[in-house]
């Protein structure tokens, strides 16, 4: 296969019957007895379905370049020479450093689970060194507002939907439910995945007089799960929200009752709102009003960048905000405050822009 072309992942009916048998055995549950039957159950979900997806790349390149025989072992497969040039056409195409290096990593955890007779260290800790040396593929600082800005949109959003005579039912609950999703996922900035899928009663709920966000471990990326305060200052806009304009685009379902909808997040036609429209909405509003779109992972960025703006003494809460389990890989990804003025006091600034006349909006 040419360099420059993508290389296509190989789904798991489609891979080998060993390769296949073996992830099995690496999906069942743990048997003391044997070492070799259940590793990947002690990963996240997340976690499996980024390996046998990254596997399946692995298995998608041997193909397409005529390496792929079925009838040979997994193991003899990943040889010293095969998994350099499988990084080479990888760098080759437009993939970033990161997943490039995300790639080998899920190879070798792969290997890992359905491959236990070999050690796979070389390949784990050749992925380690392609993280670190990682570089992001594009330049965040053109995307990243300040976040007193972005917070100020979503808290004039939900008000023009408030007060918006000239505006119909569903249009109306529509802005507020964007406005209020911008002020979470700059306050909350909480994985896409968890974002999309938070659900009253089970992810979101009102504990005594306070209201709660958790994500059971199950569901979180580091198996660690997080219990959080939803913020103070969106605490009405969700009240009002979920007594107002959720029950409003809830009545425009045509399939499911409303009450077996448990969603936080509803679309206009009363359905479960999916990853993608989370973030054609989000990037919708904010390239209305900054020229360009912010998309919901950037949120992340905002915030690890304004903990180390405001207080650099600060940053090991970059973590706990973005739900790492270290500060190493939250500063290496989200912390790009280095050349900004860490002088600057982030709660005046917030006081001073709330002060000021509110821009009408479109």
Not at 271 to 291: H, N
Not at 349 to 360: D, E, W
Request: charged fraction near 25%; hydrophobic fraction near 40%; charge should be neutral.
């Amino acid at each position: 296969m040419g360099t420059s072309e993508r290389i296509q992942r190989l789904r798991l009916d489609d891979w080998p019957l060993a390769d296949r048998r073996a992830w099995e055995v690496a999906l069942q549950p743990a048997d003391p007895f044997d070492p070799l039957v259940g590793y990947a159950m002690r990963w996240s979900a997340s976690t499996r379905q980024f390996v046998e997806g990254g596997y399946g790349y692995w298995l998608g390149w041997l193909q397409a370049s005529g390496q792929l025989h079925p009838e040979e072992d997994p193991s003899d497969r990943a040889t010293r020479e095969r998994v350099p040039r499988y990084l080479e056409v990888l760098q080759s195409s437009d993939l970033s450093d990161f997943t490039c290096a995300g790639r080998i990593k899920a190879l070798a955890d792969a290997l890992t689970a359905i491959a236990r007779t070999e050690d796979w260290g070389w390949i784990r800790r050749a992925s380690s060194r392609l993280h670190d040396a990682a570089k992001p593929s594009r330049d965040l600082r053109s995307r990243l507002r300040p976040a007193d800005e972005v917070l100020q949109l979503g808290l004039d959003m939900m008000e023009a939907a408030h007060n918006g005579r000239f505006r119909g039912p569903v249009e109306r609950a529509t802005l507020y439910r964007d406005g209020l999703m911008l002020g979470l996922l700059l306050l909350r900035p909480l994985r896409m995945k968890n974002f999309t899928a938070l659900s009253l009663g089970r992810h979101v709920e009102k504990r005594g007089s306070t209201w709660w966000i958790t994500i059971p471990a199950d569901e979180e990326k580091t198996g660690k799960g997080l219990d959080i305060h939803w913020p103070e200052q969106l605490v009405v806009g969700l009240e009002t929200y979920l007594a107002t304009y959720r029950p409003r685009l809830l009545e425009c379902s045509k399939t499911e009752p409303a009450a077996e909808i448990s969603a936080l997040w509803v679309s206009k036609q009363g359905t479960m709102m999916g990853d993608a429209a989370i973030a054609f909405q989000v990037g919708a509003r904010t390239e209305e009003e900054f020229g360009e779109a912010i998309n919901p992972h950037t949120f992340r960025h905002i915030a690890a960048t304004t903990i180390a703006t405001v207080d650099p003494g600060s940053s090991a809460d970059i973590a706990g905000v973005l739900g790492h389990s270290s500060l190493r890989t939250a500063d290496k990804h989200y912390n790009l405050a280095r050349t900004v003025d860490a002088g600057r006091l982030y709660a005046d600034t917030i006081t001073t822009q709330r002060s000021k006349a509110r821009r009408p909006r479109r």
